[in-house]
């Protein structure tokens, strides 16, 4: 018996202001989005962006053409060499990724976003060591700000709407 993977419909997606520690047992992308579909005509978009990753892993996207990525901050920690596999095909570095498919990851960035403790983990609601540390961060400033992204971060703090950025992640600093 042959195995096959269903396509899934995902109209309407939005994957935004999320910070991960991405730390699986085996090697696996953090957004695995490579049997996802839009149904043909529609006007409702599948994006992930203001996303925070700090990955064990190499393997960050796995995904079809139709996702829209953008404004997510990548890492992946103990010098492993990540990628993305994008429409099929892989790619070693963001710079790469935004020249061979135009409009992904255009305001992405990939560098150590300087956590406080991003290796936490507990069964709580830590707030604190998923922040960044402080203003140097490559995370501060370079999320986008869109209509419906929603008022408030994870903490409860005001998003600011008519700012013209805000932080990647699920904690809004305010600096």
């Keep these: 018996m042959i195995a096959t993977r269903k396509r899934l419909a995902a109209n309407g997606v939005q994957v935004y202001n999320n910070t991960s520690y991405w730390n699986p047992n085996a090697d696996g992308a953090w957004l695995d989005a490579a049997t996802v579909s839009l149904t043909p005509g529609t006007s409702e978009p599948f994006?992930?962006?203001?996303?925070?990753?700090?990955?064990?892993?190499?393997?960050?996207?796995?995904?079809?053409k139709s996702v829209t990525l953008d404004n997510n901050l990548?890492?992946?920690?103990?010098?492993?060499?990540?990628?993305?596999?994008?429409?099929?095909?892989?790619?070693?570095?963001?710079?790469?990724?935004?020249?061979l498919t135009p409009a992904q990851e255009?305001?992405?960035?990939?560098?150590?976003?300087?956590?406080?403790?991003?290796?936490?983990?507990?069964t709580d609601l830590p707030l604190t060591p998923f922040a960044p540390a402080d203003s140097s961060s490559p995370a501060m400033g370079h999320g986008a700000v869109w209509p419906g992204m929603g008022s408030y971060d994870i903490a409860g703090h005001a998003l600011p709407a008519s700012a013209p950025v805000i932080d990647i992640g699920a904690v809004y600093s305010g600096l």
Excluded at 77 to 98: F, I, K, V
């Design 106 to 122: 255009m305001h992405g960035v990939y560098a150590d976003p300087l956590l406080n403790n991003p290796t936490y983990h507990s």
């Design 74 to 99: 990548y890492w992946v920690a103990g010098g492993l060499t990540p990628s993305w596999t994008y429409g099929g095909n892989t790619y070693h570095s963001l710079a790469t990724l935004r020249s």
């Design 47 to 64: 994006f992930v962006k203001n996303n925070l990753v700090y990955s064990t892993t190499p393997n960050l996207v796995k995904s079809v």
